[in-house]
């Protein structure tokens, strides 16, 4: 009898580190703090300043709230969002996205895709030249 093998992911030995910082000290760094260990675009868009909604969205965050939906596909994951459940926009519907710490200093917009993949089923009769030829049984 042949052993099923179901692949899992590696399990995370040491805990998670942004540029040699732990995601506690992350959160207890200020914004001022924070834009040198940004990578460049998110760096030039707070030095740029963030929108009135997007502070919005970041004291709801720090307020504590469970339940959030956002537009806001440009928004920059911050430390205060990790483990947060944030109900994402992708055009059609909200999908829910459960912020882990990799995914600090990306976009809110790369979790929620905008696009389905396409799975196209067979030919149907009438279709092709050739399925004139199929037995219809």
């Known amino acids: ?6 692949k899992r992911l590696p399990r995370r030995r040491e805990a998670f580190k942004y540029r040699g910082y ?18 460049a675009r998110a760096r030039r868009k707070f030095n740029r300043g963030i929108s009135r909604d997007q502070e919005t969205l970041l004291a709801n965050v720090k307020k504590g709230e469970d339940h959030i939906r956002t537009h806001l596909r440009d928004m920059v994951i911050m430390p205060e969002m990790v483990g947060k459940t944030i109900e994402i926009y992708n055009g059609k ?5 459960e912020i882990q710490p990799e995914a600090v200093f990306h ?3 790369e979790f929620a895709l905008t696009r389905r993949r396409v ?5 149907g009769i009438g279709a092709t030249r050739s399925s004139k030829y199929v037995p219809l049984k």
């Open 1 to 6: 009898m042949a052993k099923k093998t179901q």
């Open 22 to 39: 732990s995601i506690e000290e992350l959160q207890q760094m200020g914004t001022s703090e924070l834009i040198p260990l940004m990578p």
């Open 93 to 97: 519907e909200f999908v829910s996205v």
């Open 107 to 109: 976009y809110l917009g």
């Open 119 to 123: 799975n196209h089923g067979t030919a």
